[in-house]
């Protein structure tokens, strides 16, 4: 397990309640000397981890024996965290993502990222990407969850759905790993918009016509970029949207409701001991929309709030005098 924050920590801990022995790693010191004394993570204090979960500070001891490899750290972060540690992972094994995103400057979807920094000889490094509505506290909670295990490599999709499987957590397999992808990192910016709403007090409403007109935004972004329209109908699509738009713990909507009630969003950052995925992902995502032509006017709207000095009032009354037209989704 490379990462130790909340879906880090989670997942190694799934994977303990399955039988299996785990190491976590993670690029911090200081936070992995905390997590080993303590057993508990700050950002997650109600899951206690494991006996068969290991910290190991070094990254050689933790990744070396491995034979399945579990990418937890942000998206933003992943090349700095894997620089040194790549080496040490061997031909053959595959990583699994679960982070969600687009990274900012190369625009790359985190797999892409994954494999271009942890290279294998011979050959490609096998992929996949595990995503979904699961909010960590809740999945620390053993609540019922569903997630979708997305590889090229249907074998491997396969093998990793085996992997985590638990009797309260269903997980299907997706050949649509763009598809996959491109609705974890889009949701993380339309929630941070939901915020924005309940912030304001503008009612539900509001808020589900932002829903489906999100939903509208990432389906064509998807499809652009080669994705399959009905994955963004399933658990990894509209799913995961509902769920990090709704949900209290969700931490790209609980930002955009501060900024919503006036907070400044670096006054906000500097409060979380979380990383809010959703905030560079706007600039990226926007990026790559204007790339491939795309218009995506709600995350437009959120970029702008968030980066030059835009309002959420402005951005609302610029989105409700657009030009009438017919509905369209995709």
């Not at 690029?27 to 979960?53: F, G, I, K, M, N």
């Not at 064509?220 to 658990?235: N, V, Y």
């Not at 501060?258 to 600039?283: F, H, K, N, P, W």
């Amino acid at each position: 397990m490379v990462g130790d924050g909340q879906m880090g920590v989670v997942m190694a801990a799934i994977l303990a309640w399955r039988g299996t022995d785990v190491v976590l790693w993670g690029p911090l010191p200081a936070s992995l000397a905390a997590l080993a004394r303590d057993r508990r993570s700050s950002r997650l204090p109600e899951l206690e981890l494991p006996d068969a979960v290991r910290v190991e500070p070094d990254a050689a001891r933790a990744l070396g024996g491995a034979t399945i490899v579990v990418n937890a750290i942000p998206t933003q972060f992943v090349r700095a965290a894997w620089k040194d540690a790549a080496r040490h992972v061997g031909a053959g094994v595959p990583v699994v993502s679960v982070t969600k995103g687009i990274e900012d400057g190369t625009l790359l979807r985190p797999s892409e990222v994954i494999a271009a920094c942890v290279p294998m000889a011979g050959g490609a490094r096998p992929v996949a990407v595990l995503s979904g509505p699961t909010i960590a506290a809740e999945l620390a909670r053993r609540l019922p969850a569903t997630m979708v295990s997305a590889a090229a490599d249907h074998a491997l999709a396969e093998r990793v759905q085996r992997t985590f499987a638990m009797p309260w957590l269903r997980i299907y397999t997706n050949g649509d790993v763009t598809g996959v992808e491109i609705a974890g990192a889009a949701k993380n910016v339309v929630a941070l918009a939901a915020g924005m709403i309940d912030g304001l007090g503008l009612g539900s409403n509001a808020k589900s016509a932002l829903l489906a007109r999100g939903l509208a935004e990432i389906v064509r972004l998807g499809t652009a970029l080669g994705a399959k329209p009905e994955t963004f109908f399933g658990i990894a699509g509209v799913g995961d949207l509902a769920t990090t738009c709704f949900s209290p713990e969700g931490r790209n909507r609980s930002c955009g409701e501060a900024i919503g009630r006036g907070e400044a969003l670096e006054a906000y950052l500097a409060r979380t001991d979380s990383v809010v995925e959703g905030v560079a992902t706007s600039r990226a995502l926007l990026s790559l929309a204007a790339k491939h032509g795309v218009d995506m006017p709600i995350v437009a709207a959120v970029e702008s709030i968030l980066f030059r000095g835009m309002t959420p009032a402005e951005a609302i009354r610029g989105l409700m005098g657009r030009e009438a037209r017919a509905e369209r989704v995709g």
